[in-house]
């Protein structure tokens, strides 16, 4: 992948952008939307611009053949993109999971599930889609994938679904709150980056098993309830959780919920260095869904994840994986 390409076509995304921005007096996100969908339907679409900036946009979108482009091209610079426009947001939802933890999903997803033809996949709280588009473009040339996001956010859910069309990804979007019923059919991959927090809708939390004794429940044991509820058995969840999971006051009744419906398989501690502080920090936590068929792994995987540009290091703990694949899958 060349990174003036990715570096270009961010220009253009950039720059195109901040002449709407200005233009429609909205912000930088909801500009990138706009410039999104212009590139994608290959014409302009916003009614009333000047002359001056209606030129401005032409000249930007002349120099793009987005077929020249590959989809993990177009998902870095559409990135870097939604980051700048992140910069400086006060909504602690408005996060993208960094691109090292997406890669490092998309790895293990692979090594867990192995080749797959077919292989239906949904991220019940996608954001601007990030986290899924990777794991997606890890399979674009070798499984038919269906796919399927979830996200309450409007502008979140529309820079998703602009992102997916101008990856040629076939994701489906529904745009509502994923602890409502889903109308979507149990899937072999769940992948999230768990949104942490209390839940407010206490009539709709009271129809799931994880619901607080007292008070809010905590809308990420929810989320996990959600995902096995929508994972075909044997199917497998990766979800990013925060480090405290199962130091909470709910966190017996996780526990035992977790003993029925799954096999823990993984619980990966990601390097601090990744996060903003300590407290943000997080871990990968595998699951598969039970089934007749499957069973408990000898020994769960457990591994606090070096730096990755330690190079030696992440060698050391990559074999260490392929050494429990080996025993244990």
Not at 72 to 79: G, N, P, S, V
Not at 183 to 190: A, H, K, Q, R
Not at 224 to 242: D, S, V, W
Not at 254 to 259: A, N
């Amino acid at each position: 992948m060349s990174t003036s390409s990715t570096e270009k076509l961010f220009t253009i995304f950039d720059q195109s952008s901040t002449i709407l921005q200005d233009e429609l007096a909205c912000t930088y996100l909801e500009a990138l939307a706009e410039t999104g969908d212009n590139i994608f339907q290959d014409k302009i679409l916003q009614e009333g611009l000047s002359e001056l900036n209606n030129k401005r946009l032409q000249k930007e979108y002349a120099e793009l053949n987005l077929v020249s482009y590959t989809s993990e091209e177009i998902r870095r610079a559409y990135q870097l993109a939604i980051l700048k426009g992140m910069k400086g947001t006060t909504q602690t939802n408005h996060q993208m999971t960094p691109d090292s933890i997406g890669l490092l999903i998309g790895y293990l997803t692979q090594k867990f599930i192995g080749d797959r033809k077919q292989l239906s996949i949904l991220d019940p709280a996608v954001g601007t889609g990030n986290l899924l588009s990777t794991v997606l473009n890890m399979y674009e040339q070798t499984s038919t994938i269906e796919s399927f996001g979830v996200e309450v956010d409007e502008i979140l859910i529309r820079l998703a679904f602009i992102g997916a069309n101008l990856q040629r990804q076939q994701t489906e979007f529904f745009h509502q709150d994923a602890l409502a019923p889903l109308f979507i059919d149990p899937v072999d991959l769940v992948v999230c980056d768990l949104p942490v927090g209390y839940y407010p809708n206490d009539a709709q939390a009271s129809e799931y098993e994880l619901k607080a004794t007292n008070g809010h429940a905590y809308a990420h044991h929810l989320f996990i309830e959600q995902g096995l509820r929508h994972t075909k058995p044997g199917g497998y969840l990766f979800f990013l959780i925060p480090n405290g999971l199962f130091e909470s006051e709910e966190a017996e009744k996780l526990q035992h919920y977790l003993k029925d419906s799954a096999y823990i398989q993984a619980v990966l501690q990601l390097p601090f260095s990744i996060f903003k502080n300590d407290q943000a920090a997080k871990s990968i936590f595998i699951l598969q869904k039970k089934s007749p068929e499957t069973k408990a792994p000898k020994e769960v995987l457990l591994a606090s994840l070096p730096s990755l540009t330690k190079k030696a290091a992440v060698d050391k703990m990559l074999w260490k994986m392929e050494k429990w694949f080996k025993d244990n899958k």
